[in-house]
């Protein structure tokens, strides 16, 4: 049941990090109208099972007064809110309580803040600045720490005996897959049989970015929002339906490169880097379902 909505008010954002699955830099485009966001949360509130709002991006920070109506908003209408954030602008403790300490007082209920070498390598940091302000204030706060992917163990057992993990926590979708996946050991293509990250059957979350598309993972999208109301096309989902989904439930990026003869190569680090270079190649064929572009590394063209 669906119960969480993450709103991505922007694909901008202050860093251009290798392990952004999402190709997040200062030049990306596609930022949400405050009309939008209303559009999106009255289509949430008529969903119904919705609890969770979450604000992300790129960085939403970027776009303070447009946050702070959608956080108003959302918990106006009975949501609880969240928002990830990079922190860039906690350059001071009093800045930085400055900048919380309104969203604070709208009852914003979670801040997460990436806390990694991939956007801070000094100790004294505004994530760490960030995360002081928001205990401060008595503001619920969660980490996100991504480091650079290395071959963690070699431990497993039974068939799976020597499978290579890989430490790090980065998805290996989006940039990451350009970036970050050099030298990494990887793993027979006819093993990788599920996907083991989204629940694309029934999903418990989905992001909503500024062109309208409802991503059930990044770059897999159900339909466009801004053509059918959001609520109709959670309503009306099926992933018998779904081109891309309904191969990824049944038999993970194996089914999906086969059902569409999509070339291969024989290894790869995991699932998702898997399915995220088949769906790369099936761009054209569903331009609808595999949207938008420049998630996948290619000019922005919604
Ligand atoms: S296998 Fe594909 S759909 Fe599943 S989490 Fe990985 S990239 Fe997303």
């Not at 709208?106 to 004294?124: N, P, Q, T, V």
Request: glycine share 8%; net charge negative.
């Amino acid at each position: 049941m669906l119960s969480d909505i993450h709103i991505l008010l922007t694909y901008q954002c202050t860093f251009e990090c290798d392990h952004c699955f999402l190709y997040s830099s200062p030049f990306a485009e596609g930022t949400m109208t405050l009309r939008q966001i209303r559009r999106v949360l009255d289509e949430s509130r008529k969903i119904g099972s919705v609890k969770w709002i979450y604000f992300e991006g790129g960085e939403p920070f970027l776009f303070y007064p447009l946050l702070f109506e959608g956080v108003k908003t959302a918990r106006n209408m009975g949501f609880q809110v969240g928002i990830v954030t990079n922190s860039y602008w906690a350059i001071s403790a009093e800045d930085a309580e400055l900048w919380l300490r309104p969203l604070h007082e709208l009852g914003l209920d979670e801040l997460s803040i990436s806390d990694d070498a991939f956007h801070y390598r000094e100790e004294d940091n505004s994530a760490k600045r960030a995360l002081s302000a928001a205990h401060k204030l008595g503001l619920q706060t969660s980490s996100i720490s991504i480091q650079k992917p290395f071959a963690e163990a070699l431990p497993g057992q039974g068939q799976d005996k020597g499978v290579p993990v890989i430490g790090g926590g980065a998805m290996f979708k989006g940039r990451a897959v350009d970036k970050l996946t050099a030298g990494l050991p990887r793993r027979p293509w006819y093993k990788l049989i599920e996907c083991p990250h989204e629940e694309l059957q029934s999903p418990s979350r989905v992001h909503v970015d500024p062109y309208g598309h409802i991503h059930t993972c990044q770059g897999i999208s159900i339909g466009n929002m801004w053509q059918t109301p959001l609520s109709m096309l959670v309503q009306e989902y099926k992933v018998q339906s779904h081109p891309i989904c309904d191969p990824l439930v049944k038999k993970g990026p194996v089914a999906l490169s086969k059902q569409y003869d999509v070339a291969h190569e024989k290894e790869y680090i995991d699932e998702c880097h898997f399915c995220y270079l088949v769906r790369r190649a099936l761009i054209d064929r569903f331009p609808t379902y595999l949207a938008p572009r420049q998630v996948y590394g290619y000019e922005a063209n919604k």
